[in-house]
């Protein structure tokens, strides 16, 4: 009987053991299926995410080529920009020259000319002064000769001769 307890027992054990196999299995099978069903959740949302990105990322490359296009053209102005400032600081250069090269032949040009006036100032100086001289020297001599006839005319009378 012993025996017949022990293999009742046994079955009892066998049968208790495997309702608490069957009951693990269902309940590990349970969260297996919860967990499959929450990764095959976050899966779907990555692989939606990642559509996402890609779409993103195609679409801020066409913007960087789009860009990238535009940064090349204003490269290509600036150049052209650049060059024809080079062309213009050159050619002010050369008209800054000019000007400050007719700017000092102007200033020996009006030193000229000054210095013109002012010899011609000095010959009309020179000119009034011997106008002045000569018409003085004419009355001199006028005055002279007046005082020399007056003397012949002055002598002629005392020496008895008649005055003409």
Do not use: W, Y
């Amino acid at each position: 009987m012993l025996a017949a307890a022990r293999v009742r027992m046994g079955d009892t054990l066998n049968g208790m053991v495997q309702t608490l196999l069957d009951q693990l299995m269902e309940e590990g099978q349970e969260v297996i299926s919860q967990a499959t069903a929450a990764f095959d959740l976050q899966r779907a949302a990555l692989e939606n995410q990642i559509i996402e990105l890609r779409s993103e990322l195609a679409s801020a490359q066409r913007n960087s080529a789009t860009q990238q296009a535009a940064i090349e053209t204003q490269n290509t102005e600036l150049a052209t920009t650049q060059s024809s400032l080079q062309t213009e600081l050159t050619r002010n250069a050369g008209l800054s020259q000019r000007c400050t090269d007719l700017e000092s032949l102007v200033a020996e040009k009006d030193k000229h000319i000054q210095s013109l006036e002012e010899k011609h100032v000095q010959a009309l100086e020179r000119s009034s002064t011997i106008g002045r001289r000569r018409r003085n020297s004419e009355i001199r001599i006028n005055a002279s000769t007046s005082l020399n006839c007056m003397r012949c005319k002055l002598s002629s009378a005392s020496c008895g001769r008649p005055s003409p």
